[in-house]
């Protein structure tokens, strides 16, 4: 075993003496400084400031309104007179005036069509509720206009079926409840929001209908979802991170721009990390050959399959230790660039047992990180398996390149294809997260296939490299 620990300090040795890998480490630290940039800019250019009081707009949109004589253009053109005339300040906390305006004009552009006398709305009462938000806009408080919109629901203007219509009543009660400020910066608006989207489409099964499993865990994650946004609105958590199976039903916990969003989306470029260790694979071997250095090491009383597995070893661990710079560099920088470190606390929200669990948002992030090794180390072995049967660095780089290149090109070609034996392709199961998350482009393809898959690829690339280092002859 002495001599083992010796062989593998003598490859880390010459994997760190080599000014490729010292570059190769600071390219790393400068792909995660430079990915927060980047995204700290691109929150930026999203970010707009509302001007306060800017009345030259609405001369514009009437003149184009009547040039254009759309249709509907006459009741739009007495709409931005109304709110031209009115000059109701551009602030968050009056902008409940703009919404009863735009309230009070939908109703009228309703009883204009004849759509409300056709499903026998009240009309008399249709109106009087438009009288009563264009009152509002002039003067009024916000409590008052979420009362108008609950008489809006109770008239069903719009035509909405039951669960939008209790899904919205419910958000209307917890904004009074909690006094939220829906035009504002108030996250506890926009979380009340996603819950009654989500509300708004529960699947509600038709009593005695059979339920199939695929159902039964939709209607699952929608009410799992529900109880995880009102955890969030009871326990005021602002930002978080969630499940997985949470995301085609609402946005993520921690907004794009932000720290934690930028930290768990920086491991999509991970491809970068496997580009670099493919690099220090793909001349472990062929360098030792070319320079002739391979000569020194098969001198030492030591078996060939030591040195062989002294190799391997450094060169996955050498890839870890990318994996674990490129973490730190995105954790370091993207509190440098997106707003501070204020929210390196925030949980992560899962559900044990049926139970809300809180834990820290390092969690699911540094598995994320793990689980993308593992497509690393599978490159890692191509090229170091490639390195030793080619015994040729610039070959060994180039080709191994070339496979992870032409793994992305295969996949956007299955991708409109979809012939199912491209499941048994290396290529399709290195991304365990992605199968993970369900996003696959194979039906039912999953986490535990993708290992058994690998598994068999990494058992024929080991033994190929085996068999090229220990068996043939040193010229």
């Not at 739009?76 to 305006?101: G, L």
């Not at 995880?228 to 997985?244: D, G, K, T």
């Not at 989306?265 to 220090?280: K, Q, W």
């Amino acid at each position: 075993m002495r001599k083992f620990w010796g062989l593998l300090i003598n490859e880390y040795v010459k994997i760190f003496s080599r000014a490729a890998t010292l570059i190769m480490l600071a390219l790393l630290v400068l792909a995660g400084v430079g990915y927060n940039f980047i995204v700290s800019q691109e929150a930026r250019m999203y970010t707009h400031s509302v001007e306060d009081e800017v009345w030259s707009d609405y001369d514009q949109w009437i003149a184009d309104e009547k040039t254009n004589k759309d249709e509907g253009w006459q009741l739009r053109v007495e709409q931005y007179e109304f709110e031209r005339d009115s000059q109701i300040p551009h602030e968050t906390s009056q902008n409940y005036r703009y919404a009863a305006i735009n309230a009070a004009f939908d109703i009228k552009a309703q009883l204009q069509s004849g759509y409300l006398a056709e499903r026998g709305v009240d009309l008399k009462a249709a109106e009087q509720l438009m009288k009563d938000f264009l009152s509002l806009s002039r003067g009024g408080d916000v409590k008052t206009f979420w009362q108008l919109k609950i008489k809006l629901l109770d008239l069903n203007v719009y035509d909405e079926t039951k669960p939008e219509l209790d899904a919205e009543r419910w958000r209307i009660d917890t904004i009074l409840a909690l006094d939220l400020d829906v035009w504002g910066e108030d996250w506890r608006a926009r979380v009340a929001e996603q819950a009654a989207n989500v509300r708004a489409t529960l699947i509600v099964p038709e009593e005695g209908a059979k339920i199939t499993k695929e159902t039964a865990q939709k209607i699952q994650n929608q009410q799992d979802a529900i109880a995880l946004l009102e955890y969030r609105l009871e326990n005021n958590i602002p930002v978080c991170l969630e499940e997985s199976r949470f995301h085609e039903l609402m946005p993520s916990g921690a907004e794009d721009g932000s720290y934690w969003s930028a930290l768990k989306d920086s491991t999509l470029i991970l491809i970068f990390v496997g580009l670099l260790v493919i690099l220090v694979a793909g001349v472990s071997v062929s360098q030792e050959f070319s320079q002739g250095t391979v000569k020194f090491l098969l001198l030492q009383p030591v078996k060939r399959g030591k040195i062989f597995a002294a190799k391997y070893v450094s060169i996955l661990t050498v890839g870890l230790l990318m994996v674990a710079l490129y973490f730190v560099v995105n954790a370091v920088s993207a509190g440098l660039f997106l707003g501070g470190f204020g929210d390196i606390g925030a949980p992560y929200l899962h559900f044990v047992d049926g139970k809300i669990v809180e834990s820290s948002a390092f969690i699911p992030v540094i598995k994320e990180y793990l689980i993308g090794t593992v497509s690393i180390a599978v490159y890692a072995t191509l090229a170091f398996a490639v390195s030793t049967l080619l015994r040729n660095t610039a070959l060994a780089v180039l080709i191994s390149g070339a496979l992870l290149g032409g793994g992305t090109v295969s996949q956007d070609f299955f991708w409109s294809g979809h012939p199912d034996w491209g499941r048994y392709l290396i290529f399709f199961n290195v991304d365990l997260n992605t199968i993970a998350r369900g996003e696959s482009v194979f039906f039912q393809h999953t986490v535990p296939f993708a290992l058994c898959v690998i598994a068999v690829y990494l058992l024929v690339f080991l033994l190929t490299a085996w068999d090229g280092f220990t068996r043939r002859d040193v010229k």
